[in-house]
């Protein structure tokens, strides 16, 4: 089994920045992919960024290229999520979620946490 835990969500303005973390533990998780998503009000959960938990290999939706940055820090089984230059299209709650695979598809997620609210004002 598998917990995550996300934390770092809030109320910020538009062109401003936020770093959300997710915080592992159940499980090793050396052959993980860990995976930000996000659900808007009314629209489905889509992909935000991904990293493979081993080598650290990187993956973006186009919308969070340039401007979100995924990371893990493996001594403390915690990922980040960077996110720069925010807008308010960019209002969501985000999720965190943990894979066998690397995927970006929502359906091959196995673990998920709860969920942080972020929101962007203009």
């Known amino acids: 089994q598998v917990q995550l835990v996300e934390s770092g969500g809030g109320l910020v303005q538009a062109g401003g920045s936020l770093r959300l973390s997710c915080a592992a533990s159940?499980?090793?998780?050396?052959?993980?992919?860990m995976g930000w998503f996000r659900q808007a009000p009314g629209k489905e959960r889509q992909f935000v960024a991904g990293?493979?938990?081993?080598?650290?290999?990187?993956y973006y939706a186009d919308s969070a290229k340039g401007r979100f940055t995924i990371s893990r820090d493996k001594a403390k089984n915690t990922v980040y999520l960077q996110m720069n230059s925010l807008k308010p299209e960019d209002t969501a709650v985000y999720y965190c979620?943990?894979?066998?695979?690397?995927?970006?598809?929502?359906?091959?997620?196995?673990?998920w946490g709860q969920g942080t609210q972020v929101t962007v004002s203009s």
């Open positions: 990293i493979l938990w081993s080598g650290g290999t990187t």
């Open positions: 979620a943990a894979s066998d695979i690397l995927t970006t598809r929502v359906s091959e997620y196995d673990y």
């Open positions: 159940g499980r090793t998780f050396s052959r993980y992919s």
